[in-house]
């Protein structure tokens, strides 16, 4: 069965990097673009950040362009989310995803920026 095991969550204070990683089993990783969600609570959830099966192609939210970016490595079918310049409003619960004919998504792993 597919499961997603995201972590690297945690504080970070205004300006600074965190990386998160999603550990993928359950499929053929390569062959399904992957993707990196965020909700806050009473918000829907919004997508941060796409990356197609070869990582050939990326694809970003007009809040993280320039600021994040997203990666993987089919080898250890891991994806990741490089988080630089954070900011507060980046706090989020971040969720990595796959579509596989409906969405599969991860535990979730926490990410407060504040000082």
């Known amino acids: 069965q597919v499961q997603l095991v995201e972590s690297g969550g945690g504080l970070v204070q205004p300006g600074g990097s965190l990386r998160l990683s999603c550990a993928a089993s359950?499929?053929?990783?390569?062959?399904?673009?992957m993707s990196w969600y965020r909700q806050t609570p009473g918000k829907e959830r919004e997508l941060v950040a796409s990356?197609?099966?070869?990582?050939?192609?990326?694809n970003y939210a007009d809040s993280v362009k320039g600021r994040f970016t997203i990666s993987r490595d089919n080898a250890k079918t891991t994806v990741y989310l490089q988080m630089n310049s954070l900011k507060p409003e980046d706090t989020a619960l971040y969720y990595c995803?796959?579509?596989?004919?409906?969405?599969?998504w991860g535990q979730g792993t926490q990410v407060t920026v504040s000082s």
């Open positions: 990356i197609t099966g070869t990582g050939g192609s990326t």
């Open positions: 995803n796959v579509y596989r004919g409906f969405h599969y």
């Open positions: 359950g499929f053929i990783f390569s062959y399904y673009a």
